[in-house]
């Protein structure tokens, strides 16, 4: 089976997915085009037109699946090859651009949106990591079709594409058991450093937990940009008597503190699935995550918080201090590739 893999916008996850299915499914013959995560609003809209300019004869070729990421303009690249268009598509939807909280200077992504349901019409399949992400995929290009100024009946179309939905999380790999953590009361972020995690709540309630002389260590990780949220200069003061790490770190120093990591939290305010928390929950961390967005679906009550500051602060304050309020260790074999590596082959093969 030749199979064309499209992956518009390389993020980190996504190029972990990507290597990761071509590694799990070796026996298929694969092909990745894919382009660097920068310039985001010119990579979603020119995709098609970087891969025509530089991979023709790559695109010239006949496959058997087209599989892209929803980032991928698929119905202008089918356009430009019409061949490609004899191929199953498939669409993977790691996000979606319906459900991005927008910060105050941004302006609105129509155009992302748009190519978001384009490449979903134009797809024979459409897969998404999870049922929270295809929800508000659906919501959201029903809410954003009203505002067409012709108020286009979008009802069917997009409950169509809803029955046609199949939710496949992206898997994480298989890990032994972690060795007894040696700091349970040692706290990780390990987000992005961007508004939409949401970054304030997590620290305001660290500042009032340390102000209240609870003990407890902070490791924040993560992908940071040139450019990052005031809260984390402000943070890096304030806590500094309890931090252990900040910042980026070496791969296996990231390893390390994860497996001796006690507690993981989520504050965020956009999530699809979260292989971060994930990964730390995997290597024994508890994971603390809002009762919103994907969470519901992944996580049971005991490692839930309300969502506010005041049910994160309560969760966290009992964990710390008091050794029997925390939950077991959270079995995440369910998430790993052994679960999943069959439903991906059908995915190529049906």
């Known amino acids: 089976m030749r199979v064309l893999l499209l992956s518009a916008y390389e993020a980190v996850?996504?190029?972990y997915w990507a290597q990761s299915l071509m590694a799990q499914l070796d026996d298929v013959a694969w092909t990745l085009l894919s382009l660097p995560p920068?310039?985001?609003r010119w990579r979603i809209r020119g995709n098609p037109l970087s891969w025509m300019l530089k991979e023709h004869a790559t695109l010239s070729q006949t496959f058997d699946v087209v599989l892209a990421t929803s980032m991928v303009d698929l119905a202008t690249l089918v356009g430009l090859?019409?061949?490609?268009?004899q191929a199953k598509k498939i669409v993977y939807f790691h996000e979606n651009q319906f459900a991005y909280p927008e910060s105050d200077d941004q302006m609105?992504?129509?155009?992302a949106q748009m190519v978001n349901l384009y490449t979903a019409l134009a797809a024979d399949s459409l897969v998404f990591n999870s049922a929270y992400n295809?929800?508000?995929?659906?919501?959201g290009a029903r809410a954003f079709l009203k505002k067409m100024p012709e108020n286009l009946p979008a009802a069917k179309p997009l409950e169509a594409l809803r029955a046609r939905a199949q939710i496949v999380p992206v898997p994480?790999?298989?890990?032994?058991?972690?060795?007894?953590?040696?700091?349970?009361?040692?706290?990780?972020?390990?987000?992005?450093?961007?508004y939409d995690k949401n970054p304030d709540d997590f620290f305001t309630v660290l500042f009032a937990l340390s102000d209240a002389g609870v003990a407890f260590e902070l490791a924040v990780l993560g992908q940071r940009f040139r450019q990052a949220p005031a809260i984390f200069a402000e943070a890096e003061q304030r806590l500094a008597?309890?931090?252990?790490?900040?910042?980026?770190?070496?791969?296996?120093?990231?390893?390390?503190?994860l497996d001796s990591a006690g507690i993981v939290v989520s504050t965020t305010w956009h999530e699809f699935q979260g292989l971060?928390?994930?990964?730390?929950?995997?290597?024994?961390?508890?994971?603390l995550v809002p009762d919103r967005l994907c969470f519901p679906a992944l996580y049971p009550p005991a490692y839930r918080y309300d969502g506010t500051r005041e049910g994160l602060y309560a969760r966290l304050n009992a964990w710390l201090t008091d050794p029997t309020s925390r939950p077991e260790r959270l079995d995440t074999t369910v998430w790993e590739w052994p679960a999943w590596r069959e439903a991906y082959r059908q995915l190529l093969m049906a």
């Open 13 to 15: 996850s996504h190029r």
């Open 38 to 40: 920068r310039h985001f």
């Open 81 to 85: 090859f019409p061949h490609l268009g």
């Open 108 to 111: 609105p992504q129509v155009e």
């Open 134 to 139: 295809r929800d508000s995929f659906i919501d």
């Open 172 to 194: 994480i790999p298989v890990r032994q058991t972690s060795p007894p953590k040696t700091h349970p009361v040692q706290i990780v972020w390990n987000h992005r450093w961007e």
């Open 241 to 257: 008597k309890h931090i252990v790490a900040w910042g980026p770190q070496p791969e296996a120093i990231y390893r390390e503190l």
């Open 276 to 287: 971060a928390i994930m990964e730390a929950a995997q290597r024994g961390a508890l994971p």
